[in-house]
């Protein structure tokens, strides 16, 4: 039996898995930017949206979310 919270978390989970899948028919795919923040030594994932040409030439990027990872 799944709880409350296990609801809203998958329910949460399908919709982000339904828009990238939206934003792939439009030709916009997701990137991943790992950095390390040297203060606190954190890893830190940023996910971007971008649109690049077959030339490898960035014409549209998102910033959508950074993820922390201690």
Known sequence: MKT????????NINKIK???KELEVE???LYIDKDRETL???L??????R???SKGK?????????????
């Open 4 to 11: 409350e919270f296990d609801k809203k978390l998958s329910r």
């Open 18 to 20: 339904k828009a990238i």
């Open 27 to 29: 030709g916009l795919r």
């Open 40 to 42: 606190f030594g954190k």
């Open 44 to 49: 830190v994932d940023h996910i971007y949206i």
């Open 51 to 53: 649109d690049v040409s």
């Open 58 to 70: 960035i014409t549209l990027q998102k910033h959508l979310l950074s993820i922390y990872s201690i």
